[in-house]
T-cell receptor
């Protein structure tokens, strides 16, 4: 099993550009989520999904969109990038919401100029 | 919603000493408390977890204690080694589909 995978590993955007961060898992996990990690602020939840077709907002959803068309994939879209979105983004998955270990992907380091 | 506070933000110890990191949570419905270790440039990885029906759990040199009444839980690392140097995160899971993390503790173990 590859576990949780993310692409790209690094990305530089200009203000106003849009892009999609890809996330996939091969563990047949129902629950997937996106976090951003900023110095001194821990891991903050952006969006999450409890299954295909179901998504909901976390603590810091503004400026981001998600969709979950399959169990395996959970892409994160930045609609119009801003310097405040410069961060490290982690995708994660769990077998079910509220149950079991949460596994993280390797992260995407995003810089917005 | 759930709020998790973590202290200290940095902790320096000598090799062989013990290290303790403390977290408090706000939602009494929280029932699962994992601890993650993140090495520099790597992803967070689970090192130990505890459920609300258990007061203490040990795994070799690491242990976690939970006080439900006071709503706090702690990570204890004994006989620290340089490879324990990392950022440690606590988290609380209310069961309402969100795992909320603390702000992290940077542990530095000096030889």
């Amino acid at each position: 099993n590859a576990g949780v995978t993310q692409t790209p590993k690094f990305q530089v955007l200009k203000t106003g550009q849009s892009m999609t961060l890809q996330c996939a898992q091969d563990m047949n996990h129902e629950y997937m989520s996106w976090y951003r990690q900023d110095p001194g602020m821990g891991l903050r939840l952006i969006h999450y999904s409890v299954g295909a077709g179901i998504t909901d907002q976390g603590e810091v959803p503004n400026g981001y969109n998600v969709s979950r068309s399959t169990t395996e994939d959970f892409p994160l879209r930045l609609l119009s990038a801003a310097p405040s979105q410069t961060s490290v983004y982690f995708c994660a998955s769990r077998r079910l919401a509220g149950e079991g270990e949460q596994f993280f992907g390797p992260g995407t380091r995003l810089t917005v100029l | 919603g759930e709020n998790v506070e973590q202290h200290p933000s940095t902790l320096s110890v000598q090799e062989g000493d013990s290290a303790v990191i403390k977290c408090t949570y706000s939602d009494s419905a929280s029932n699962y408390f994992p601890w993650y270790k993140q090495e520099l440039g790597k992803r967070p990885q689970l090192i130990i977890d505890i459920r609300s029906n258990v007061g203490e759990k040990k795994d070799q040199r690491i242990a976690v204690t939970l006080n439900k009444t006071a709503k706090h839980f702690s990570l204890h690392i004994t006989e620290t080694q340089p490879e324990d140097s990392a950022v440690y995160f606590c988290a609380a899971d209310t069961g309402f589909q969100k795992l909320v993390f603390g702000t992290g503790t940077r542990l530095l173990v000096s030889p």
